[in-house]
């Protein structure tokens, strides 16, 4: 490196590292706010299609059918999400992060409002149930992008003994977005049938246009993150090809990363998404308990995350995220039995303790966690491809998964044995890859 070179580079770390707490909080504000607003687009199908997407979309089948139908849209969000996150991957790694968000916002947003537009299936037929499909594609497509974005934009700014607090607070987004969607869902379930069968279900949807230009407004005036800009003041030029890279370089993170997200997520949309429909249609639990569990765990792991993430900066992410695998094992041998017995106090803790307190034991830590396994050059590409894919292994295929096996079986037991694999296999599988927690971010 040239002596004018090498003086460019220290002067723009030197001017990085003045950065103040302002600019952190900034990030971490229009982070969080633009990440809850596509949660809550994300999670809204997840809450109110169980309720009445199977008449208004899929009315041809029987209930069971129209169920899985149902939730097979439901999969088609994640189905979507390893393409956007290697499209926002790529274009992350290479332009920048905050680029990435803010386009991502926009096809979530877009993607949603139009939802709540849609005709339904008596109105035009198969049209409304194949337009339901693509909106649910760009949906998932915009989150593969956004769900590492926000994060890498939180962690690449903060300081080095507060990653795991930063990461944690974008992913309490998460069940931010789930609570406002939670209480969109509990508003629209008070009309009468007819109300919510014929305009009631729409206002949620649409409600996002707005919270949409909110966000894009917040997005816009921050600036891309400390270590990215870092990262471009080297000699040394991006990949063309990060993701490429990624998968040469790092195999063994992206297949860490992949099976601890799919057991992570299929935790999350076990015990709070496929048993809104299982809990009401198949146990006899009222909508209404169910919804408010879902709504209460929210509210839980919202407090609770940013305690975690806190708490991985001292004791550390991996042994977090531990915790929460073998916890979540154990609960799950006595999840569906306390659902069974219908009793309005142990359904909600039921609920409250796997999504409220297990869950954030391994959803906040992995925000910190997974991008500290990577380069800045491929950090993007590396978390999006084995996160995204995970996520559809796990998440996306799970409410499906778990509908199918019951009908087969007529047992929840075979439910928890699902689940008890793929945890297994994300405690193997973290057993080769390391703690970051006292690691800087290598550029």
Do not use: C
Request: a positive charge; aromatic letters at 10%; hydrophobic letters at 50%.
């Amino acid at each position: 490196m040239s002596t004018d070179k090498t003086f460019s580079y220290s002067k723009g770390v030197a001017k990085l590292s003045q950065e103040g707490s302002s600019a952190r909080r900034r990030i971490l504000v229009a982070g969080t706010i633009g990440t809850t607003i596509e949660w809550y687009d994300f999670f809204l199908y997840g809450l109110i299609a169980p309720i009445v997407f199977d008449r208004l979309f899929f009315p041809k089948f029987d209930q069971l059918t129209s169920t899985m139908a149902v939730f097979a849209t439901f999969a088609v969000g994640f189905l979507a999400r390893p393409l956007g996150g290697l499209v926002f991957g790529h274009f992350g790694d290479r332009a920048g992060r905050k680029s990435v968000l803010l386009v991502t916002l926009l096809i979530m947003g877009l993607s949603t409002m139009f939802i709540g537009l849609l005709p339904t299936y008596s109105q035009v037929g198969v049209l409304a149930t194949a337009a339901l499909v693509l909106l649910r594609f760009l949906q998932g497509f915009a989150l593969g992008g956004e769900s590492t974005a926000a994060s890498l934009m939180a962690i690449e700014t903060a300081p080095s003994d507060r990653r795991g607090f930063a990461a944690a607070i974008i992913q309490a987004a998460g069940p931010l977005g789930v609570v406002l969607a939670s209480l969109a869902a509990m508003a629209i379930a008070s009309l009468s049938e007819p109300d919510l069968l014929s305009w009631g279900w729409r206002i949620p949807f649409l409600i996002s246009g707005i919270l949409v230009g909110i966000g894009i407004y917040i997005r816009i005036r921050i600036e891309e993150s400390s270590a990215f800009r870092q990262a471009t003041t080297r000699t040394v030029q991006p990949p063309k090809v990060p993701a490429l890279e990624a998968i040469r370089s790092y195999p063994r993170p992206i297949l860490a990363v992949l099976v601890a997200e799919a057991a992570q997520t299929s935790f999350f949309y076990l015990t709070a998404i496929f048993t809104l429909s299982f809990a009401t249609r198949q146990l006899g639990v009222s909508k209404e308990v169910m919804t408010q569990a879902v709504l209460l765990a929210n509210i839980v792991a919202l407090i609770a995350m940013p305690v975690i993430g806190s708490w991985s900066d001292r004791t550390g992410r991996k042994r977090l995220f531990l915790a929460g695998l073998a916890l979540a094992s154990l609960s799950m041998l006595v999840f569906y039995g306390l659902l069974a017995t219908q009793n309005v106090v142990l359904v909600m803790g039921a609920v409250i303790i796997a999504a409220g307190i297990i869950h954030p034991l391994m959803f906040s830590t992995e925000g910190s966690y997974f991008p500290e396994l990577f380069p800045t050059h491929v950090r993007f590409s590396g978390v999006s491809i084995g996160k995204q894919m995970g996520t559809v292994l796990g998440g996306g295929l799970a409410p499906l998964i778990a509908t199918a096996l019951y009908a087969a079986t007529g047992s929840t037991w075979s439910i928890v044995i699902y689940y008890l694999v793929l945890a297994a296999a994300a405690a193997i599988a973290l057993r080769f890859v390391h703690e970051t927690k006292d690691e800087p971010l290598s550029h």
